[in-house]
């Protein structure tokens, strides 16, 4: 299995992703730095977390306009799966893969801890390696995670069951305060029409080994690859 | 030629910050501030000489990078000279 890694200015979690996608398949991704015009033929593409640009203008607006990014776009319509994290979820949205936008938390502070998830898509790719209804343990840190659609884009990713992760409690429910940035419908992450896209805020690699601290994330990078290879 | 281009929230997508700012603005006793939005102000030093030109393309840079059009309007303004 080949995978790649975009490599933004500004991007800290791209050697945390590669580190997770090496432990689970054996051997190394490939990491292509965004003034690259085009990356080769992958399985996988990753956009990591971070703060690309500074967050110049808006969070992910211009790694959206970066060279490889007009390839990744190429290449995720013609069905490549994209994994985007944090900062890789917002510039998934600003480059139009993804709907929706990622706005200042409500609260208004930078967010970092752990939250728990429901795994509300099993079925997918990205999501293989967990159980419907798995309740996982993974951090969070960001400032703008506040994920927003119009009603209409809300009521089709729902109606699509294009909700992959949601915002709960340690026992699985929504609400009583699980919501960290006050994102609608208690939104972590979505995925395209085709499911091939997934975008969430929280970070996986962040717990891919109990030496971090919990593994919990690992499942999803054991997963893409168990459907991918 | 100038442009001036102001990004705001559209209507109805909610400001914390603007939020923020109003809470402390009443904090600091100002009375009777109703509301508060904020927004991005974009100032762009251009070599069209056509005004209508110059607005046509500044809409267009609006639409693609300098406001994001799920959550955001803008409004451009050319000044001549």
């Given at each position: 299995?080949?995978?790649?890694?975009?490599v933004f200015p500004g991007s800290n979690c791209d050697r945390d992703v590669q580190v997770a996608l090496r432990q689970s398949m054996g051997s190394e991704p490939l990491m292509v730095w965004h003034g690259d015009a085009s990356l080769p033929d992958v399985d996988l593409i990753v956009v990591p977390g971070g703060f690309s640009y500074g967050d110049y203008l808006r969070s992910g607006a211009m790694a959206a306009q970066s060279p490889v990014m007009r390839d990744v776009v190429a290449k995720a319509e013609k069905g490549v799966p994209v994994l985007g994290i944090c900062n890789g979820f917002q510039v998934l949205t600003e480059c139009g893969l993804l709907p929706g936008v990622l706005m200042r938390n409500a609260g208004l502070k930078f967010v970092c801890k752990d939250v728990h998830l429901r795994t509300e898509v099993a079925d997918t790719a990205f999501t293989g390696g967990y159980s419907q209804g798995q309740v996982i343990r993974i951090p969070v840190a960001h400032h703008d995670g506040n994920y927003f659609a119009d009603d209409d884009t809300l009521a089709r990713l729902r109606d699509e069951n294009r909700i992959a992760f949601r915002y709960v409690d340690?026992?699985?429910?929504?609400?009583?305060g699980a919501n960290p940035n006050g994102s609608i419908d208690d939104i972590a992450g979505i995925l395209n029409e085709t499911r091939t896209v997934l975008g969430l805020m929280p970070h996986p690699e962040r717990l891919s080994d109990p030496a971090l601290g919990g593994n919990q994330g690992r499942p999803?990078?054991?997963g893409l690859v168990a459907a991918l290879s | 030629m100038k442009a001036k281009v102001h990004v705001t929230l559209k209507q109805g997508v909610l400001d914390p910050q603007g939020k923020a700012v109003q809470h402390a603005l009443a904090a600091l006793g100002f009375?009777?501030?109703e509301g508060v939005r904020q927004g991005?102000?974009?100032e762009l030093e251009l070599s069209e000489t056509d005004p209508a030109k110059a607005e046509a393309k500044v809409e267009d840079m609006c639409q693609k990078l300098l406001?994001?059009?799920?959550?955001?309007?803008?409004?451009v303004d050319i000044l001549e000279g």
């Open positions: 299995m080949k995978t790649a890694v975009i340690g026992d699985g429910e929504q609400g009583n999803m990078f054991d | 009375d009777g501030v991005k102000f974009i406001a994001n059009m799920v959550i955001e309007d803008y409004r």
